[in-house]
Structure formats: structure tokens, C-alpha cells
């Protein structure tokens, strides 16, 4: 029962000492989303307003990110949304490695029962974890199989916020999404899934029309 093991995950974060992260933190952040969503997306770590709420992308690069997932024909709640800590590095600062490595753990039990389709990296850090030494600039939006799942690496909405010239990729990064969880799902031997909505014509759309500022 996958959304039995994740509940259970969930709680062994909520209490989770395994990291100094624990001691800064307000509330640890599990993720969400259905159990047996196809396609994950892996953050970095809470920030200011998720360690609040205990819920992952909730603050204004969550808001984009609503944008981004609408634009491409996906509804936030049908993808489940983690990060790779699950407790807020104090000042945002990047996860250490040491922090990486204790938190894995209940990331790797998430994905085993999930099992998705696509997993979906959002941004360096998190992109590290599949692709070490990469350059997220060179591979973003291209869709590659590693150990029988696969993942996309994209650019951080929080760092298309801070640099408009990233907008136009991460959007077109998002619109090629439907049709890469298609042929996941192919080759995964998956029914493809019905789309009422016409992606070709939403791919047409201009990021601008998608601003939020
Ligand atoms: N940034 C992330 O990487 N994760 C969140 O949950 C929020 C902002
Ligand atoms: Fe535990 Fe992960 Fe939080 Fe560290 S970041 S305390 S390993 S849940």
C-alpha cells in the first residue's frame, strides 16, 4: 500500500534527529501529492515559507511552479512534489553533504513507493543526486534513463525568478513534459495517458503571458 509507506515515511520525518538540520528547523517538510502519481519532482529543501507550513513549494517559486505545471497541461495535484532535505538549511543555504546523505534515505523510500514514471530534478542540488558533475545548463529537458527510472533535470523555478533568461527553457522544459512521460510511459510498458488539453497549442504560449510579476 504506497500511501501507507509514504504516511508512514512521512511521520519518521516529522521527528526525524538524523541531521543537524533538525535543530533549526520549524517543521520538517515530507512532500505530497498522490501516492501513485506518474511523475515526481525533487526540490532542494524547504525555505522560509515551507518551514512554516510544513508543505513543499509554497512560496513564490511554489506559486511559479503552478504556472509552470498549469501551462503544461498538469494539475499540482496529480505530480507529487519533494525536496531532497526534507528540513530547512538555515538562510536557504545549500544542503551539505553530509545533510544530503542522511536525508537520502527517506527520499529513496518515496521514489520506491511511488514508483513514478519521470522523476523530475529541480535544480543543481537536486540534480546531483542522478547526474554528479553535470552541467544543469547542457542537460536540462533531456530525458535520461538511470538505474530503470527516468529523470529529467531541470532549472530551479527559483532561479528562473532571479534570472529572466532562464524563463524561456524551464517554460519550454515544462511544455515537452507530456509528451517525455508519454514515452516514458511506452517504454515502461504503461498505457499511455489521454490528454483533453492541447499541449501543442499551450507550447505556443509566450512566457510572458506567464509572468507573475
Ligand atoms: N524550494 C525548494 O527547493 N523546495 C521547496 O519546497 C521550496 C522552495
Ligand atoms: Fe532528518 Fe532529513 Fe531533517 Fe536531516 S534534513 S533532520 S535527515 S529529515
Known amino acids: 500500500m504506497p500511501a501507507r509507506i509514504l504516511a508512514r515515511i512521512a511521520g519518521e520525518i516529522a521527528v526525524c534527529k538524523k541531521c543537524a538540520l533538525c535543530e533549526s528547523r520549524k517543521r520538517a517538510v515530507a512532500g505530497e501529492g498522490p501516492a501513485d502519481a506518474e511523475i515526481l519532482f525533487i526540490g532542494e529543501g524547504p525555505g522560509f515559507h515551507e518551514d512554516e507550513q510544513g508543505r513543499p513549494f509554497v512560496g513564490a517559486s511554489g506559486r511559479f511552479l503552478d504556472q509552470l505545471l498549469e501551462q503544461a497541461g498538469l494539475k499540482r495535484a496529480d505530480v507529487f512534489i519533494a525536496n531532497v532535505v526534507k528540513c530547512r538549511p538555515p538562510g536557504n543555504r545549500d544542503p551539505r553533504p553530509d545533510e544530503l546523505e542522511a536525508c537520502r534515505e527517506y527520499l529513496n523510500a ?28 547542457s542537460i536540462h529537458g533531456r530525458m535520461q534513463k538511470i538505474d530503470g527510472r527516468f529523470i529529467i533535470p531541470m532549472f530551479h523555478p527559483a532561479a528562473a525568478l532571479h534570472q529572466p533568461a532562464l524563463r524561456p527553457s524551464i517554460l519550454a522544459d515544462f511544455a515537452n513534459l507530456p509528451g517525455q512521460l508519454n514515452e516514458a510511459r511506452a517504454a515502461l510498458g504503461r498505457r ?22
Open 110 to 137: 518515496q521514489i520506491e513507493a511511488i514508483n513514478p514514471s519521470i522523476i523530475v530534478t529541480l535544480g543543481r542540488v537536486s540534480m546531483g543526486g542522478y547526474f554528479p558533475g553535470a552541467k544543469i545548463t
Open 192 to 213: 499511455p495517458v489521454e490528454r483533453k488539453t492541447n499541449t501543442a497549442n499551450r507550447k505556443a504560449e509566450t512566457p510572458r503571458q506567464l509572468s507573475l510579476f
